[in-house]
Each structure stands twice: as structure tokens, then as C-alpha cells.
């Protein structure tokens, strides 16, 4: 399924950085290997209820680190990349001592 929506990474696997976010146990496992517009909608219902979701998780939902959002629906190379980015900088500066 994952393949006739363009989702299927060929790269790097599925447990790779840029595909991860975090979840609590019973979130996360109840997604299974839904396609990224469903698991976009499942996290923005528990936002919209008032459940607690991690701001960086909200983010990539809300595709905040991709470089260009053309298809807030499905979740592409070149959004990994831009997340991928986005951690590197963030751990960078940090370990750096440079917080922004």
C-alpha cells in the first residue's frame, strides 16, 4: 500500500531518523504502516482533543521542517531530508553550545 502512495523508502529503512517521531506505545502501534495522511489526521485529532503530542512531532505533521510543502498528504524523500536537516542542526548547535 505504502508503494501506490509514493511512501515506500528505498533508501534508508523505515526506522531511520527521518522517519521517526515520538509516540507514546499505544499511538504508535495502532498506526501500523498507515500511509502518512492518515497518521497526519490520527495526530491532529489527539491535538485537537486536547491530548498531548511532542512539539516536534506536531511539527513533522505539519511538515514545519520540509523544504517545500506541495502535498501536506504524503510524506516524501525530500521531507525526510529537510527533517533529517533539521535534527543535525538542532544536535549541532547544541553540542556546539550555540542554542537558537
Not at 499511538?27 to 504502516?33: E, G, I, L, V
Amino acid at each position: 500500500m505504502l508503494e501506490y502512495f509514493h511512501e515506500a523508502s528505498e533508501g534508508e529503512a523505515d526506522h531511520g531518523i527521518a522517519n521517526l517521531t515520538l509516540l507514546d506505545e499505544h499511538t504508535n502501534r495502532s498506526y501500523k504502516n498507515a500511509v502518512f495522511a492518515v497518521k497526519r489526521q490520527s495526530l491532529l485529532d489527539l491535538d485537537h482533543a486536547g491530548i498531548f503530542v511532542p512539539l516536534c512531532t506536531r511539527n513533522v505533521f505539519l511538515k514545519c521542517y520540509s523544504p517545500q510543502v506541495d502535498n501536506v498528504m504524503f510524506w516524501s524523500e525530500s521531507d525526510q531530508d529537510g527533517y533529517r536537516e533539521a535534527i543535525a542542526t538542532t544536535l549541532t548547535n547544541f553540542f556546539l553550545g550555540r542554542m537558537e
